[in-house]
């Protein structure tokens, strides 16, 4: 399945929330991640950030099932990819 995660964490937390991410998933943007991934390791995403998140944090995870979608880029794109299945 195809996810977009979106966060918004407390300063203290924020390098280690985009690292984490960036060992499963591409950075988009300030605060995105997106990519494919399977069920076992979007169970483990979610576990993680669990951990990781305190507070008044705010993590979104954005599900899609397999299929196609269209991305519409206004502006400009800070971190291009050459496909997004």
């Known amino acids: 399945m195809f996810v ?5 964490v407390d300063v203290k937390r924020v390098a280690k929330v ?15 991640f997106e990519g494919e991934v399977t069920r ?5 995403i979610k576990r993680t950030l669990e951990r990781l ?3 008044n944090d705010s993590v979104l995870i954005y599900e899609f099932p397999r299929g196609n ?7 400009t794109d800070k971190s ?5 299945i």
């Open 40 to 44: 076992a390791q979007l169970y483990e």
């Open 69 to 75: 979608f269209t991305l519409h880029v206004i502006g």
């Open 80 to 84: 291009p990819i050459e496909e997004v």
């Open 4 to 8: 977009i995660i979106v966060y918004d």
């Open 18 to 32: 985009h690292r984490f991410l960036r060992t499963h998933l591409h950075w988009r943007q300030n605060s995105v």
């Open 53 to 55: 998140v305190e507070g």
